[in-house]
């Protein structure tokens, strides 16, 4: 598998789309995702094109995206031709505290959207999510076209932020582009607030030979997608030519399905005596509410999506990187203790 770089790289010269001249911002980029796309844009567009933002924490710029005079200001001075929303409450986080996700969630999508018109945006990039479907959706291969009558208020916000952005694409000529991910998992960032997290920290227990308690019953089947398809595919789906975007209010993105058992059972082919325990939460009923398995062939065949991970390899994956940041931090941590012995003695 080659690098997220050289896949976009050779995704966009077919396309004829790839462009080294974009200004991005990115809203959230503490969060898992922005922690990956950041440097990978990065890459792509050049460090000094690709502004990251949050609203705390290491980021280059502090940005609340419920304050629409600090927002508006700070893309007016910046002048992105893109902004990669990623600012968000999650579904667990956002049934505890409905207000506040639904502020940040769409309010603050709102403000984004109001701001890209007024400073001329040329595109935004808008991350729905399965959260959409509810339970009158079908659960098996649910297509783009399934009903969105969510049941959290998570999708609930994001269902409606996808017929925004379908308004502003026709009222105001704003290139809105719409993803629904699935569970993302990958080792480069940790998740906050989601339903989906346990399938990333279940890898980390089990690395560090700790038994997982896992909050999702062990049958719950989800759409899941590895971090590194994610970002590939979010990158070659905003440089596709526009013609290719024929679904304005969103694609689903397509992985693997996979259970908890699924996620125990390959990891106890590489540690046998990994330990897990079901004690299923209010995240197994919202996940009950979710499809188990994602129709994606729109995605497919309108700009030609490919994942590149299964199950069975993003768990081996997911096991050697995790082994391996480890294994470094114990080294990094023995080296530290050897210079301080050294520089006590001298
Ligand atoms: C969550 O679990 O809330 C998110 C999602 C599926 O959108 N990971």
Not at 167 to 184: E, N
Request: proline share 6%; charged share 20%; aromatic share 8%.
């Amino acid at each position: 598998m080659g690098s997220i770089r050289d896949s976009v790289i050779s995704s966009g010269q077919e396309s004829g789309t790839a462009t080294r001249t974009q200004r991005v911002l990115v809203t959230g980029c503490n969060g898992q995702i922005g922690q990956v796309l950041v440097p990978a844009l990065q890459e792509r567009y050049g460090k000094a094109n690709v502004f990251d933002s949050d609203m705390r924490g290491a980021a280059s710029i502090t940005l609340d995206v419920t304050d629409v005079a600090a927002l508006t200001a700070t893309i007016r001075r910046l002048q992105p031709t893109q902004i990669y929303h990623l600012a968000a409450v999650l579904s667990a986080t956002g049934e505890k505290d409905p207000v506040r996700a639904w502020q940040v969630n769409l309010n603050g999508y709102f403000n984004i959207l109001e701001a890209a018109v007024a400073c001329d945006v040329k595109q935004v990039f808008f991350p729905s999510t399965i959260a959409v479907y509810g339970p009158d959706a079908p659960r098996e291969a649910t297509p783009d076209s399934a009903p969105t009558r969510p049941t959290t208020i998570y999708g609930i916000a994001k269902a409606a932020g996808e017929n925004l952005a379908a308004w502003y694409r026709q009222k105001h000529d704003l290139d809105v582009r719409v993803l629904r991910y699935p569970g993302i998992i990958g080792w480069e960032s940790s998740p906050g607030g989601g339903t989906t997290d346990y399938a990333v920290e279940i890898f980390h227990a089990a690395v560090r030979g700790r038994a997982f308690r896992c909050p999702l019953g062990a049958d719950r089947a989800l759409p899941m997608l590895a971090m590194q398809d994610a970002i590939r595919g979010t990158i070659e789906f905003m440089e596709a030519a526009p013609e290719k975007i024929r679904q304005p209010s969103g694609y689903n993105l397509g992985g693997f399905s996979a259970a908890p058992a699924d996620f125990a059972s390959e990891i106890s082919r590489a540690i046998p005596d990994f330990s897990i325990e079901y004690v299923p939460d209010h995240r197994d009923a919202i996940a009950a509410s979710w499809p188990a398995g994602l129709d994606d062939s729109s995605a497919r065949r309108d700009w030609g999506w490919q994942p590149q991970y299964d199950l069975h390899t993003l768990s081996a994956a997911m096991l050697g990187h995790i082994a391996a940041d480890q294994a470094a931090a114990a080294a990094d941590s023995a080296f530290r203790g050897l210079s301080q012995v050294a520089v006590n003695a001298a």
